[in-house]
């Protein structure tokens, strides 16, 4: 038996026709589409950040921001730091790849929240995993996608990103269009962001009207949604990233 491949979210986002209404790439077996060559902020900023193993001891974390002092960033302003901080990392020497992937990995836990993120993909089936499967999926997930497009990833020329005007969601929810100018081309893409107490985080990136969520949703529904669900998905996922380390080697 072939193993699942997770197809990249955006490949196809990137190069269909505009005119076509968005679809979620669907799980099949055996390797992967060839994922679009992404200009590094779009990236490193619509994937989420990994649990790589043997990554260096961060440093002691400053001390966390207040609530109050939290809400009081503008969540455009946030996006804006992510995206510089990310920038600044990938272009630094151009590293490879695999160098990337551990780099970035402070950066993206520092802007993304990725439990909100992971349940979100996984949806409805969530709540039929235990607390310990939860942590495992997210762990897993997370390491999946930094590992997919980090191999794909092409530095280039720098991209070009304009910040529009925030549009309010709900009373904790913010949705934030950019428009990113790369290699002659123009792509619309638009973050979710919530409050929490330690300030504003993503949960979901749309690019050219697909959805990273809703994409991986489809992928995960018909494995979840079986008698055995979290178990299957966490032995895709785990199946998924043993076959990527073999293929290195």
């Not at 990938?90 to 990995?105: E, I, N």
């Not at 530095?155 to 790369?182: F, H």
Request: proline content about 10%; overall charge positive; charged content about 20%.
């Amino acid at each position: 038996m072939r193993p699942v491949r997770f197809f990249p979210p955006f490949a196809s986002a990137i190069h269909r026709d505009p005119t076509a209404s968005a679809r979620a790439a669907p799980v099949a077996a055996g390797g992967c589409r060839p994922a679009a060559r992404l200009p590094v902020v779009m990236l490193a900023l619509v994937v989420f950040a990994p649990a790589l193993p043997a990554a260096p001891a961060a440093p002691a974390p400053a001390a966390p921001a207040t609530v109050d002092a939290a809400k009081s960033v503008d969540p455009v302003q946030m996006l804006r730091a992510a995206v510089d901080e990310v920038l600044a990392i990938a272009y630094a020497g151009q590293p490879s790849a695999d160098a990337l992937a551990p780099r970035l990995r402070p950066v993206l836990e520092k802007y993304f929240n990725f439990d909100l993120l992971t349940r979100s993909a996984v949806g409805p089936s969530w709540s039929g995993f235990s607390p310990e499967q939860q942590k495992r999926a997210t762990v897993l997930f997370a390491e999946v996608v930094i590992r997919t497009y980090a191999q794909k990833f092409e530095p280039g020329d720098r991209p070009k990103i304009s910040y529009s005007k925030s549009v309010e969601l709900n009373a904790t929810s913010r949705e934030l269009p950019t428009t990113i100018t790369y290699a002659g081309k123009t792509y619309a893409v638009s973050y979710r962001v919530r409050q929490f107490p330690e300030g504003w985080r993503i949960y979901d990136v749309n690019i050219e009207g697909v959805s990273m969520v809703s994409n991986y949703r489809a992928q995960f529904d018909p494995i979840a949604q079986k008698k055995d669900g979290p178990a299957a998905l966490i032995a895709a996922l785990e199946k998924n990233i043993a076959d990527f380390n073999a293929d290195k080697k």
